[in-house]
């Protein structure tokens, strides 16, 4: 089993920045990909970003290359995903994912509660 907690989400102007905490627990050594992954209302769950535990491989969708970042903190079980210049398309709820990667969400089988993240046209 692997708990995942999100927190960081919040209201935010264009062009402002947040920073998303997503703390592990459990068997996390056994799911070697974190990944971040966000839903808008309406529309089906989209990958953002992932990590993995062992190495520097990291992988984001293009609508957030240069503008997020996703890293971790193994010592504390903690992925990050640090998101400047946002836009109102980045409005959505945020969730951290756990699993055998990479980009697809069917390759997820631990999820957190996600956090909202709205940035007002």
């Known amino acids: 089993q692997v708990q995942l907690v999100e927190s960081g989400g919040g209201l935010v102007q264009a062009g402002g920045s947040l920073r998303l905490s997503c703390a592990a627990s459990?068997?996390?050594?056994?799911?070697?990909?974190m990944g971040w992954f966000r839903q808008a209302p309406g529309k089906e769950r989209e990958f953002v970003a992932y990590i993995r535990w062992s190495g520097a491989s990291t992988y984001y969708t293009d609508s957030v290359k240069g503008r997020f970042t996703i890293s971790r903190d193994n010592a504390k079980n903690t992925v990050y995903l640090q998101m400047n210049s946002l836009k109102p398309d980045d409005t959505a709820v945020y969730y951290c994912?756990?699993?055998?990667?990479?980009?697809?969400?069917?390759?997820?089988?631990?999820w957190g509660q996600g956090t909202q993240v709205t940035v007002p046209s």
């Open positions: 994912g756990a699993g055998y990667g990479t980009y697809s969400a069917s390759r997820y089988d631990y």
């Open positions: 459990g068997r996390t050594f056994d799911r070697n990909f």
